[in-house]
């Protein structure tokens, strides 16, 4: 795939509608990870360096075409140390902007043409505008007015983020090392059946966790207990596991979870083999025999491709053992030059930051959705829009 990219444009002193993806966690009025934010600053510096006048267009969670400043992107605005500009179709901060300016526009969702792409809110959003640059990954599968519809009026480019999320992708989808294991966990096999089958043609070993796991071993026959799993998946999970020794691939489902009678942080943890678990079991995490056997196969790959925490990473320590022993695992034979290491997924990246070893994995993805639906080999819009006649 060969994008249209900035590096081959001449900015100075031209109005670039930059769309970048800031919908992080906000708590209190703080930003409690940035990494989204830090990971498109490479593509704001280098259109700032060149001269470019850059109004950056974002979303933050759900508004649903309403002006709801819980939703605010105010302090984003402060953690970046730019102005906010209230109204993103506000166009009167573009007679003061000088080369290098960079503002931030407010929520784009607060307007309900964004998710609709309504042709004539994206002319509003591209009016004055020189040229559009892309650099949302994690949004380029959805065909918003901020991501398609503006890219139809302007001239339109990937930025750095979003052309390096390609490029380590595609690398990985098209010639992977091998052995290429595969993780994929999560709550619901029902939002996960196309990329466990794109994984299956692609991997020769796929670990299936999380209550995505607890789904496949209930459709096995084992015991579940008062868990999260999708009782009307069994058929779908039966077929999955079917399509993946068509091609090859070895499907490794969990041996034991950790459980406990309560679903909450502080709950007494109890690790069970599945022929164990009691009525009441609630499953949380994986067991300790299943966490030595993923290290063990982490171990003997040289690509893994990770989605998905296996348990309640964030209920530290008692129920992240999981979810960190793979992370930990992952980033040890990465550093030691053995593995090529892929990651994506808003908890998944939460758990490597919690383990301090995100800065150790090959490539870690700014996308949740995208990264999955581009894995599964679907289109995402954003993406083509740029692509090179």
Not at 151 to 167: D, F, K, M, Q, W
Request: charged residues 20%; glycine residues 8%; proline residues 4%.
């Amino acid at each position: 795939m060969k994008l249209r990219e900035i590096q081959n444009i001449d900015v100075r002193g031209k109005y670039i509608l930059l769309r970048d993806d800031f919908n992080v966690q906000i708590v209190n009025g703080k930003i409690t990870d940035a990494f989204r934010i830090e990971q498109s600053m490479p593509t704001i510096t280098a259109l700032r360096t060149a001269g470019a006048r850059i109004a950056i267009c974002a979303h933050m969670g759900r508004p649903r075409g309403t002006r709801n400043m819980e939703y605010s992107l105010a302090p984003v605005a402060e953690y970046m140390h730019i102005p906010l500009v209230p109204d993103c179709l506000d166009k009167e901060f573009m007679t003061n902007m000088h080369d290098g300016d960079v503002v931030l526009l407010e929520n784009v969702r607060f307007y309900p043409g964004e998710e609709a792409n309504d042709p004539a809110f994206a002319q509003q959003l591209a009016s004055g505008f020189d040229v559009f640059v892309n650099d949302a990954f994690a949004v380029s599968h959805r065909a918003h007015a901020s991501t398609v519809g503006v890219a139809e009026i302007l001239p339109s480019y990937a930025g750095n983020l979003l052309a390096s999320e390609i490029r380590h992708l595609s690398s990985v989808m098209e010639n992977p090392r091998r052995p290429l294991l595969s993780i994929v966990a999560g709550s619901k096999v029902s939002t996960k059946i196309g990329v466990l089958k794109a994984l299956a043609r692609l991997s020769d070993k796929m670990i299936i966790g999380g209550a995505l796991g607890t789904t496949f071993n209930y459709a096995m026959g084992g015991r579940v207990g008062n868990s999260l799993y999708e009782a009307d998946q069994k058929d779908t999970a039966l077929e999955i596991l079917a399509y993946a020794k068509q091609n090859n691939c070895t499907v490794l489902l969990p041996l034991d979870k950790g459980v406990a009678k309560e679903f909450v942080p502080n709950a007494v943890r109890t690790n069970k083999d599945f022929s164990e678990i009691a009525d009441d079991d609630i499953i949380i995490d994986a067991g300790i025999k299943t966490t030595e056997r993923d290290v063990a196969e982490i171990r003997a790959a040289a690509t893994v491709i990770w989605n998905g925490t296996v348990g309640m990473a964030e209920w530290q320590p008692t129920w992240s053992y999981g979810s960190f022993a793979i992370a930990r695992a992952i980033a040890e034979q990465t550093r030691a030059g053995k593995l090529t290491s892929i990651v994506g997924g808003g908890d998944t990246v939460a758990a490597l930051t919690a383990c301090g070893v995100k800065d150790d994995i090959t490539y870690v993805s700014t996308g949740g959705g995208a990264f999955l639906e581009f894995i599964e080999g679907r289109t995402l819009p954003g993406i083509a829009i740029l692509e090179r006649e």
